[in-house]
């Protein structure tokens, strides 16, 4: 499962979403602190979404530690870029688990410092409000509703 996740990756450095939505199981599950639970095509959409808004930009991620078995794995990946509404600079570190069935990833969890990454993205106004739940429901609102406008658009 090592060549899968690696798969994943190097697809995502170089923003091929089709390529990551391929390494997902159709009843996966993802879930991550800006976008919530995305289940389906909700998660290879949110993908495609990302990898769209990067092309031609400032954009780069790194992975490493990846360890895996049969059913379950991890890796470490770091993301580098430019947040779209205030320019700034954002260095992301996630953990990321997984678990696999039928050969693919059906269950990918992402976890990062919200808080660290509000005050990068957003400034003062990440330092003060990037550590609160309201912050987080605001986010996912606002994330989910871009998916949805991306999806509707794809259809």
């Known amino acids: 499962m090592d060549e899968l996740i690696k798969k994943f990756y190097t697809a995502f450095d170089q923003l091929d979403a089709e390529t990551m939505a391929s390494c997902y199981h159709d009843d996966i599950?993802?879930?991550?602190p800006a976008f919530g639970?995305?289940?389906?095509?909700?998660?290879g959409n949110m993908w495609r979404m990302l990898a769209n808004s990067q092309k031609g930009k400032e954009f780069k991620i790194t992975f490493s530690n990846i360890k895996t078995d049969d059913n379950n794995g991890s890796a470490q990946w770091e993301a580098f870029y430019n947040f779209s509404k205030t320019g700034r600079k954002v260095h992301n570190v996630i953990s990321a688990s997984f678990e696999f069935k039928d050969g693919k990833i059906i269950k990918h969890t992402d976890y990062f410092d919200l808080h660290k990454w509000a005050k990068q993205a957003m400034g003062f106004k990440g330092l003060l409000l990037g550590g609160t739940g309201f912050f987080k429901r605001k986010l996912n609102q606002q994330t989910n509703h871009l998916l949805s406008k991306f999806e509707n658009n794809k259809l």
Do not use: C, S, T, Y
């Open 29 to 32: 599950v993802f879930e991550d």
């Open 37 to 43: 639970v995305l289940k389906g095509p909700q998660a």
